[in-house]
């Protein structure tokens, strides 16, 4: 198993083209990741992506034979060991809602569950399967009266401050959950216990683990990773 805090690597051939554009143009600033050329054609991926995002599409369901054996699943965090929940632990939702919810993990399994068991890409290149249970995040909109105006989705957490902020169409799409269960068991604390975001739209460090908040909100807020230079929409 791969070093739990190793940190991902963008080796993708569009970081490579940007990369040796930026070069040749003397124009990337690493400190401001979203200005000036990287910046322009960062926007420009978003909304090509974007355009492609079918909220019918869902990523294929996996057999039972390619579920990735247990303790091979990687895992990733950015605190110095496993976050565990603090004392009295709720998920705080918020933002443009006209009903603001504290949520406690048996509020959220009596809300519609669920599951499906489909391939986790991560930006390394590297894939695994499992199956994952939660309720989706366009119930919880529907709970708490997500304003129309609220066209992007918040996601905090716990590990160290981590977080990302997320499309509302891949949000909201039906594959994209809160989850609390792994492998037909509660989500254990390597991977995100007791809430962590799961989708199949997303690359790996969008799905933001050891959850607190979900805020609906007019406007996107960035990402711990994102905010480093990392592709903010990172759709697969």
Not at 99 to 124: F, G, K, N, Q
Not at 176 to 193: D, K, S, V, W
Request: hydrophobic content about 40%; proline content about 9%; aromatic content about 12%.
């Amino acid at each position: 198993m791969s070093d739990t805090r190793h940190r991902p690597l963008l080796l993708t051939r569009r970081s490579w083209l940007l990369g040796t554009a930026a070069v040749a143009l003397g124009a990337c600033d690493s400190s401001r990741p979203r200005q000036g050329f990287l910046g322009a054609m960062e926007r420009f991926n978003q909304r090509v992506q974007s355009a492609l995002l079918d909220p019918e599409q869902f990523a294929p369901e996996e057999p039972v034979e390619a579920l990735t054996p247990p303790g091979a699943f990687p895992q990733y965090f950015i605190s110095d060991r496993v976050p565990l929940a603090p004392a009295g632990w709720a998920l705080q939702v918020g933002g443009l809602v006209a009903r603001p919810a504290v949520l406690s993990l048996e509020d959220l399994r009596r809300m519609p569950r669920t599951d499906y068991r489909i391939r986790h890409h991560c930006v390394e290149g590297w894939s695994a399967v499992a199956s994952w249970h939660g309720v989706r995040v366009s119930e919880l909109a529907r709970l708490v009266g997500a304003d129309p105006r609220a066209r992007f989705v918040e996601f905090r957490s716990f590990d160290a401050g981590y977080f990302s902020s997320w499309d509302g169409p891949s949000a909201f799409h039906p594959q994209t959950i809160l989850a609390y269960g792994m492998n037909g068991e509660p989500l254990p604390p390597e991977h995100g216990a007791p809430l962590r975001l799961y989708s199949g739209v997303k690359l790996g460090y969008k799905m933001v683990k050891y959850l607190t908040a979900v805020n609906f909100l007019p406007e996107p807020t960035g990402g711990y990773w994102e905010d480093r230079g990392y592709e903010w929409f990172a759709g697969v």
